[in-house]
């Protein structure tokens, strides 16, 4: 019942689609989110999971998953990080995917809504570090549709990587499109 009203509200009232989709096999990935311009990122990354129907998870402080609010996060598929024990990002949430059976990161590699020069790559070590696979997403306002790409897998050559990636991201348009990144 509430997918049949994600896609009514997605599809009908909102005027979206989805295209491609993401092998129900691939348990674990990272899904590398772009353009990340708007807080409507979140709704819209909300409908196409209910609507795909795949777990789709994301990382916050450990300190948000305390009582009242713990069970909701993890209810919307997050996963609390704690980095005691001296270990950084990367180690963390790495070790994360070595717990779970199903995993998929949801990262927005410009880290804010704002104009960013530069992407963080930690999205591309966790995916290389938990031997996983980046699956490119992107929120297309100017198309109206959310395009889940082909996985790829990280070699540890982040230019000839990223060179294979940002094809995906070519003439997509964010919410607030002078916001978002250029991979020119």
């Known amino acids: 019942?509430?997918?049949?009203?994600?896609?009514?509200?997605?599809?009908?009232l909102m005027g979206w689609k989805i295209v491609g989709g993401i092998d129900a096999n691939i348990k674990?990935?990272?899904?590398?989110?772009?353009?990340?311009?708007?807080?409507?990122?979140f709704y819209l990354g909300i409908f196409t999971r209910g609507i795909t129907?795949?777990?789709?998870?994301?990382?916050?402080?450990?300190?948000l998953f305390r009582f009242p609010f713990g069970f909701y996060f993890r209810y919307m598929g997050g996963e609390p990080l704690d980095r005691s024990g001296g270990l950084n990002k990367v180690d963390s949430i790495?070790?994360?995917?070595?717990?779970?059976?199903?995993?998929?990161l949801a990262v927005a590699p410009e880290g804010t809504r704002?104009?960013?020069?530069?992407?963080?790559?930690?999205?591309?070590?966790i995916a290389l570090k938990a031997n996983v696979p980046i699956i490119p997403?992107?929120?297309?306002?100017?198309r109206k549709e959310v395009n889940l790409g082909n996985s790829v897998s990280p070699t540890g050559d982040i230019e000839s990587d990223m060179a294979v990636l940002k094809k995906h991201y070519n003439?997509?348009?964010?919410k607030i499109p002078e916001n978002g990144?250029?991979?020119e």
């Not at 674990?28 to 990122?41: E, I, L, Q, R």
């Not at 790495?94 to 998929?104: H, L, S, V, W």
């Not at 704002?114 to 963080?120: D, G, I, P």
Request: hydrophobic share 40%; aromatic share 20%; glycine share 8%.
């Open 137 to 142: 997403v992107t929120f297309d306002f100017g």
């Open 53 to 63: 129907g795949l777990e789709m998870n994301w990382v916050g402080k450990k300190e």
């Open 181 to 183: 990144y250029s991979f």
């Open 171 to 174: 003439g997509v348009k964010g």
């Open 28 to 41: 674990k990935c990272v899904m590398m989110v772009m353009p990340h311009t708007s807080a409507h990122d």
């Open 94 to 104: 790495a070790a994360i995917f070595q717990r779970k059976e199903i995993f998929r």
């Open 114 to 125: 704002e104009k960013v020069t530069e992407l963080k790559t930690g999205f591309y070590y």
């Open 1 to 12: 019942m509430k997918k049949q009203f994600y896609k009514w509200i997605f599809f009908r």
